[in-house]
């Protein structure tokens, strides 16, 4: 039938759906490219995010072959629900530690890369790996960004991860869905109006077409305004917004979902899974603040380091758990007893540190016998038995006086070193004097 013949109520039907059924057509295949594409990069981004967070927290753990350490670093990826298998080596390809089994990796592959890359994809999983490298101690912060790997050094191992796409896959093809049910209903609501409109069309159609345009630009939030006469007309408004929340919000979940794992990794590469004080390299980080305000502005502060007297007794006759469970309690009387500009944080092993800030030498010796008494006061049961440890702390003001983070940190290990020498148990502040006569 030629369309010269066609009565004006098919030339309209015609002139109205054809459009839109276009448009809607443009709308879906943009909407489901556009999400592959956002599934990929989502996929990718997140893997990226999960290596480059896992490597540096692992760092301690491959240098010092502790496996506990080796091991809490994998358990915090327990939470994570679609990381289906990581693996740990050492410089030599070794296997250190692994969780779940994996299925497309390539270890030679593996130990060529040298930042975190995605590697290969298959069997329902994506691989990705980064190299763990020794970080030296920033000591010049203004020539150094916080986390940047110093060029030339060899790795000391490396991570992988394969990441389960099968759900990434399954919320894509939910949006495809969704995105389709909803252009079939908004062609079905088109089709009933369409029969009942002459000449109020015109304006309606144009703005629907500009938002969908804009929809398949990227817009996805787009939506138009619920002004039309005709209550049909604005039942197809109706329905166009409504898929267009959907389609909006089935994509802010996801990202929701990656921004939550990304800052939860991001939590985890800063703290000590133990007693979930600030780790060895939030420390540093804190650290170098607090001496480039000194000599900046002139703030003044200062740097204790506490070594737990006796605690090797408790893990020796009573086991780690034991052990774990003192260092949560001594954690914990860190929390109750500093200010809230103060720092501390767990370096290692037993040994803790803290920063105070805005402190004079008077308040700081203060403030550190009586961290010294309380920890010596502790007392802590287990299995039926009482023991008793104590806290050998050294310390140093950061007044200006020093320069750089390395020589803070020397002085105060020489500090709390003469303690241990000198019989535990007690504070003592780093002198220049004695240390340049020693």
């Known amino acids: ?56 927290a692992a760092e301690y753990g491959v240098i010092s072959g502790s496996s506990d350490i080796i091991d809490n670093v994998l358990g915090a990826l327990r939470s994570q629900g679609d990381v289906a298998a990581a693996v740990l080596y050492d410089r030599d390809g070794g296997l250190l530690a692994q ?18 890359v995605s590697l290969s994809e298959g069997l329902g999983r994506k691989g990705f790996a980064a190299p763990v490298r020794s970080m030296a101690l920033v000591v010049d912060e203004l020539n150094t960004s916080p986390g940047q790997e110093p060029e030339g050094v060899a790795p000391v191992g490396w991570v992988y991860v394969e990441i389960d796409i099968g759900g990434h896959e399954a919320e894509r093809r939910m949006a495809q869905s969704l995105t389709i049910g909803m252009a079939l209903l908004t062609l079905f609501i088109t089709t009933i109006l369409a029969l009942r409109l002459a000449n109020s069309v015109g304006e309606p159609v144009a703005r629907l077409a500009q938002a969908v345009r804009r929809m398949a630009a990227g817009e996805l939030d787009v939506q138009v305004p619920d002004t039309t006469g005709g209550e049909e007309l604005r039942a197809l408004e109706r329905g166009f917004n409504s898929m267009a929340r959907s389609i909006a919000n089935a994509h802010k979940n996801l990202q929701s979902r990656i921004d939550e794992a990304t800052e939860q990794l991001a939590h985890q590469a800063l703290h000590d899974p133990l007693t979930g004080l600030p780790n060895r390299r939030a420390f540093e980080r804190a650290l170098e603040e607090t001496v480039a305000a000194s000599r900046r502005a002139g703030d003044r502060g200062a740097l204790c380091f506490v070594d737990l007297d006796h605690f090797k007794d408790v893990n020796d006759s009573a086991g780690h758990a034991a052990g774990d469970a003192l260092l949560r309690a001594v954690a914990d009387i860190f929390r109750q007893r500093l200010r809230g500009e103060d720092f501390v944080c767990r370096i ?46 050294g310390f140093v003001m950061i007044d200006g006086r020093v320069t750089t983070v390395a020589e803070v940190l020397r002085e105060a290990d020489h500090a709390c070193y003469s303690v241990k020498r000198d019989g535990r148990g007690q504070v003592a502040e780093y002198s220049v004097l004695a240390a340049g006569g020693a």
């Open 348 to 393: 290692g092993g037993d040994e803790f540190a803290l920063i105070l800030r805005g402190c004079a030498r008077e308040d700081a010796r203060r403030v550190a016998e009586g961290m010294c008494k309380a920890i010596a006061d502790l007392r802590f049961e287990w299995g039926g038995r009482e023991f008793r440890i104590g806290a050998s702390i």
């Open 99 to 116: 969780r779940g089994e994996p299925r497309i990796l390539d270890v030679a592959q593996v130990r060529r890369t040298g930042a975190a």
């Open 1 to 56: 039938m030629k369309p010269s013949r066609l009565s004006l109520r098919n030339r309209l039907l015609l002139t109205v759906l054809l459009p839109v059924a276009l448009l809607l057509a443009a709308l879906v295949s943009a909407s489901i490219v556009r999400g592959e594409r956002m599934t990929e990069r989502a996929i990718a981004e997140r893997g990226l995010a999960i290596v480059s967070f896992l490597a540096p």
